[in-house]
């Protein structure tokens, strides 16, 4: 029986444990962010975030200006996530808790994977606002193939997670 289960308090190796993991999905769930924001509406510029709205057309300079507001607002809750990520980790770590690199890479693919599923439910499924593809006629491979991805990115990141659990 555990600390927290015979006194019903967490002690300090588990809180540290439970502020390592927290950070390091926020690190992957910022990261996963900066993929799809730098590469899909930067690089390729495949979609933006209100390219589907009909109400922002990407092809008027008003509506570029509200994709591209709106684009850095995405941007800006990435960062927020990734740094208080950093936070996270680096304050269990300075509290003496340590884990393998392994095991915090997997972390960061498992907060990959899991943003990649949340944004395409919600936003290419559930609200519509955008697809990977807004530039097809056809999106919907994409979206599936970009939720499967996520699902990949969660299982390679719990296998990762395992093998390198806490030192």
């Known amino acids: 029986m555990s600390e927290t289960q015979r006194n019903g308090f967490e002690g300090p190796i588990q809180r540290q444990e439970r502020r390592f993991k927290a950070g390091g999905l926020l690190l992957g769930i910022g990261f996963g962010g900066f993929v799809d924001g730098i590469v899909l509406h930067q690089l390729l510029q495949w979609h933006h975030m209100l390219s589907s709205t009909g109400d922002h057309p990407t092809t008027t300079i008003d509506g570029l200006e509200a994709n591209t507001v709106w684009d850095g607002l995405f941007h800006v809750s990435t960062w927020i996530a990734a740094f208080v990520g950093m ?22 693919l498992i907060g990959w994977g899991a ?49 390198g659990q806490s030192v």
């Not at 056809?138 to 990762?160: N, V, Y």
């Open 115 to 163: 943003f990649n599923l949340v944004e395409g439910i919600v936003d290419h499924h559930i609200l519509t606002i955008h697809h990977v593809r807004d530039d097809i006629g056809a999106p919907l491979g994409w979206d599936l193939a970009f939720l499967a991805l996520g699902a990949l990115l969660i299982a390679g990141g719990l296998a990762l997670k395992e093998r």
């Open 87 to 108: 936070l996270l980790v680096t304050r269990a770590m300075r509290a003496g808790y340590r884990a393998a690199a392994r095991h915090q890479f997997g972390l960061l």
